[in-house]
């Protein structure tokens, strides 16, 4: 999803992470440039950009991948955090690299939007629907689960073992 918004919203160059190799064949089809393993990205998008580095990073994972992401920042570059994936204990971000290299570290959790700016979450849903509606970005579901398999689909989130979107079906009485 990541690339697909990125260059509905206009990017020109498109980088993604995985953990596997067979999440970067899958992960290919969806519009990167590149798509590198999460452990040697920094160094890759160093020799990418010639050590410029990237404007924005998109970051749902966290832990050391978080940490990474700031030295892959050009100058007036931004972190964008959105979530947790990985389960990571929370970071010491160093400071000064930030300010001496003028980058910003953000974070944007759906939850917080939703209760502070509900507002807010709405419009950010009917964009992205609207992106969805006009094909710029494909969801593409991978597994459908019944409800009752609930926790089994989050295990293999958890283990990292998902693809693209699993969706829980949920019927009701008949």
Known sequence: MAAQLARALGADTVYGT????DKAEYAKRFGYDAVLQREDFPDAVSEATRGRGVDVVLDPVGGPTRLAS???????????????A???????????PLWKNNRALTGYNIGDVSR??????????????????SESVR????????????????????SGLNVGKTLLAVRGEE
Do not use: K, W
């Open 18 to 21: 995985v953990g596997s190799a």
């Open 70 to 84: 700031l030295d892959v920042l050009a100058p007036f570059g931004c972190v964008a955090f959105y979530g947790e």
């Open 86 to 96: 990985a389960r990571h204990p929370d970071l010491n971000l160093p400071l000064l």
């Open 116 to 133: 502070r700016a509900p507002d807010v979450l709405r419009a950010h849903a009917l964009a992205a629907l609207e992106l969805v509606a």
């Open 139 to 158: 969801i593409d579901v991978t597994e459908v689960l019944p409800l009752a398999a609930a926790a089994r689909a989050h295990e293999r989130m958890q």
